[in-house]
């Protein structure tokens, strides 16, 4: 089963000297096929949302909420099982600091005819 594993943490708090301990779990998530995709995202001094209410687009500078931890990255991974999911959410180096989200992947094939 596919699980995403979002990353939230304080932006302020962010260390640069951590980039390494995250090549590190990448490259071990990789060798162990756990790995499918990730990819760190940009301040979040940089998004927009954008709603849509009673047919009018409304785009504001910013995130959705104001929050101490704001989503900074993710990792989409292959798992057994939640329990697995979990351990290796567990791993990342941003879970002393922050909290990992997990999620399953809901599938939206159609099913083979």
Known sequence: MQYLLLIYSDEAKFDPSEGPKYMAFTEAIKTSGNYIGGNPLQSVK???SVRVRDGKTAITDGP????R???G????IEAAHLDEATAIAARI???????IEVRPIMSMHAPAK
């Open 46 to 48: 940089t998004a927009t």
């Open 64 to 67: 959705f909420a104001e929050t």
């Open 69 to 71: 931890e704001q989503l």
């Open 73 to 76: 990255g993710y990792y989409l």
């Open 93 to 99: 180096p941003g879970a002393k600091i922050g909290t």
